[in-house]
Antibody
Framework: QPQLQESGPGLVKPSETLSLTCTVS??????????WAWIRQPPGKGLEWIGS???????YYNPSLKSRISMSVDTSKNQFSLNVMSVTAADTAFYYC??????????????WGQGTLVSVSS | QSVLTQPPSASGTPGQRVTISCSGS????????VNWYQQVPGAAPKVLIF???QRPSGVPDRFSGSKSGTSASLAISGLQSEDEADYFC????????????FGTGTKVTVL
């Protein structure tokens, strides 16, 4: 079973960039069958998919966040990363990294990291 | 605002059957496979049902999923106290170049 672990600052100032990294173990990030996703959840609220990236760099984005998001993959470290630019208090959330399996052409998020809380505050 | 609509809450007594609906559209549920997640307080979500009706190993068979047209359902038979949690449906949406969407979530309470 793959395991995913998020890392990054727990506090970011407004207007700055939120940066997180996900380290994957038990699976290769270069697998042909998976994308690697970011999902967030404001405290007490629902889940919001941010985007996902393939090891070759192909990406999908949440249309509402696309202008502020960038993602990258480091296959040598079996890691992928997320940047959210120009953050505001509305970006305060638990951030999860996850595996997005491709099954019969369909995307299905199956394995999740434990999540990390990122607060946006001055 | 999510494009997948779920009832905000559902409840039942131990042993009862509870059903949660997930309503979507032709660009998401109508075209793709539905997944369901369970999230207990303080924990990350975990997959409960994938590909409309498949259970990962370790998920009790009292959980079942189905899909018809642009809607999907999760049923919990023989409700147990440990089933008290939030439940989310999710699906790939082909609209706007493609993206994954989650339902609004349903809080299940065991009375």
């Amino acid at each position: 079973q793959p395991q995913l672990q998020e890392s990054g600052p727990g506090l970011v100032k407004p207007s700055e960039t939120l940066s997180l990294t996900c380290t994957v173990s038990g699976d290769s990030i270069s697998s042909s069958y998976n994308y690697w996703a970011w999902i967030r959840q404001p405290p007490g609220k629902g889940l919001e998919w941010i985007g996902s990236i393939y090891y070759r760099g192909n990406m999908y984005y949440n249309p509402s966040l696309k202008s502020r998001i960038s993602m990258s993959v480091d296959t040598s470290k079996n890691q992928f990363s997320l940047n959210v630019m120009s953050v505001t208090a509305a970006d305060t959330a638990f951030y999860y990294c996850a595996r997005e399996a491709i099954s019969n052409g369909f995307h299905e998020v199956d394995y999740w990291g434990q999540g990390t809380l990122v607060s946006v505050s001055s | 605002q999510s494009v997948l609509t779920q009832p905000p809450s559902a409840s039942g007594t131990p042993g009862q059957r509870v059903t949660i609906s997930c309503s979507g559209s032709n660009t998401n549920i109508g075209r793709s496979t539905v997944n369901w997640y369970q999230q207990v307080p303080g924990a990350a979500p975990k997959v409960l049902i994938f590909t409309n009706s498949q259970r990962p190993s370790g998920v009790p068979d009292r959980f079942s999923g189905s899909k018809s047209g642009t809607s999907a359902s999760l049923a919990i038979s023989g409700l147990q106290s440990e089933d008290e949690a939030d439940y989310f449906c999710a699906v790939w949406d082909d609209d706007l170049n493609g993206h994954y969407v989650f339902g609004t979530g349903t809080k299940v309470t065991v009375l």
